[in-house]
């Protein structure tokens, strides 16, 4: 990030490809539709504001910031019942080995789609924590400086997030 401010337009590129599937993934889990909109105005977002990047926090911590405002303006111009669950059509693009009969990809699917509907369940803020935590691997204080809240509050919401998914998902153990 320090070269690209500096002037070192290839830096670009490094920074983009090294963070381009967790940003989208995060948006994605967070508005599907408009995850492509979103994630474009984010890099513009960075972009734009390059220049006031103080390096006083790692970079990833600066673009889910940037992400979770952009996320919060979208809220706040569209309604909430916009976020939809994932469609069937999604579940079919999740990869199985060719060696695995069809009952295990069945099974697979089954599993996937419980996931999603347990991470989709959670309060927005606890979603959040989490896909922060295991999109963006952000440590705790990093997603508490991203969220703009307490660390503690942070560790709260992954916490419960954790136990949620954790409850939801105990028939796939």
Not at 14 to 27: E, H, N
């Amino acid at each position: 990030m320090h070269a690209w401010c500096s002037g070192e337009e290839t830096a670009f590129a490094v920074l983009y490809a090294r963070w381009r599937l967790r940003l989208y993934r995060y948006l994605a889990h967070q508005a599907p539709r408009e995850a492509d909109e979103l994630f474009q105005d984010v890099w513009l977002r960075i972009s734009a504001a390059r220049s006031q990047f103080m390096g006083s926090a790692r970079f990833s911590t600066w673009m889910f910031r940037i992400a979770h405002h952009r996320l919060i303006d979208h809220f706040r111009t569209h309604a909430r019942h916009l976020l939809v669950e994932y469609d069937d059509e999604s579940l079919e693009q999740i990869p199985a080995a060719p060696e695995l009969d069809p009952l295990t990809c069945v099974q697979r699917q089954q599993a996937a789609a419980a996931l999603l509907a347990a991470v989709q369940a959670l309060p927005a803020p606890q979603r959040e924590a989490f896909l922060l935590a295991e999109e963006g691997e952000l440590s705790l204080d990093e997603i508490a400086q991203a969220m703009g809240v307490p660390r503690e509050t942070a560790k709260s919401r992954l916490r419960y997030a954790q136990a949620k998914l954790r409850s939801a998902l105990a028939v796939w153990r």
